[in-house]
């Protein structure tokens, strides 16, 4: 029995030693989550200026991790300092997404709330033509997996490489609330006032088992107001979340909107930057 017990001793120890390992890994994972409004804030912020160049403030998180709910309240996002004269870009007063853990388990992915509370926009259009809603997104959206070396590489490796891919997830709102109040409008390459347009825009839906419904509706509503990249950065945001990453393979992307959406920005704007100062409602 002695000589059994000398046998599996360094077996024995090693289990132990994995055990606490898993203790302490169980108890970290428990402190990050539940101190996550502590950091949150201060890694989105991170996140959104190493990724954009764009500055971003939080004046607080509500949310549980615990829960998989992220609820960031106050945010502002200004423009780059070097690029435009004009410091703000949007400031939203809430900005939340609760996702179903459990089904991140599953075929369909349970978003239970998305609140976009925007309190304004200011699109910004600099000395040098570029505006700021166009630089953000250009930062944010994901590059087109298609490239000139897989179109030489032939239909062969395109099959190759669809084999590999996972089956995008199914994905359902349970609720998508949507609200901006105005919408800025500044030409810094002329000599203007700027241009505020008081929307007061509220749109809420429930139980969509299709994301590109919501998006869609958005750029009907919103497209006049040149808001067409903003409501898909957005979205872009919410649906590239670690776990649920894989349902946009489907979504409608930023250069399917409508081809003259980026290279053509300036057309879709201008006649907003040639009106006179003025307020009108929705």
Request: net charge positive.
């Amino acid at each position: 029995m002695e000589l059994l017990k000398t046998l599996l001793f360094p077996l024995s120890w090693l289990l132990r030693k994995l055990v606490k390992l898993a203790i302490i890994f169980v108890l970290i994972l428990v402190i990050v989550l539940a101190c996550g409004n502590l950091w949150l804030p201060w890694a989105v912020k991170w996140q959104i200026k190493s990724k954009t160049g764009f500055t971003a403030d939080i004046e607080s998180s509500q949310g549980s991790l615990f829960k998989g709910y992220v609820d960031l309240r106050d945010l502002r996002i200004s423009n780059p300092r070097d690029k435009f004269e004009t410091n703000k870009f949007v400031y939203f007063n809430e900005f939340a997404t609760d996702i179903k853990l459990g089904s991140l388990f599953t075929d369909t992915i349970v978003i239970e709330k998305i609140i976009v509370d925007v309190d304004n926009i200011t699109l910004v259009k600099n000395a040098g033509g570029i505006y700021n809603c166009q630089l953000f997104t250009k930062s944010t959206v994901a590059p087109d997996p298609s490239n000139d070396e897989a179109k030489i590489n032939g239909s062969e490796n395109k099959s190759k490489k669809i084999a590999k891919e996972k089956v995008p997830k199914k994905v359902r709102l349970d609720k998508v609330l949507f609200t901006i109040k105005s919408v800025k409008i500044i030409d810094e390459s002329v000599n203007c006032p700027a241009n505020e347009i008081i929307i007061n825009y509220r749109r809420e839906f429930s139980n969509v088992d299709d994301p590109n419904k919501v998006i869609k509706t958005l750029l009907s509503d919103l497209s006049k107001y040149g808001l067409s990249l903003f409501i898909q950065t957005t979205f872009d945001s919410v649906l590239h979340l670690p776990g649920i990453e894989q349902i946009t393979s489907g979504l409608i992307k930023t250069k399917d909107i409508s081809k003259d959406i980026v290279s053509g920005i300036g057309n879709r704007l201008k006649d907003l930057f040639k009106k006179k100062p003025n307020k009108s409602s929705k």
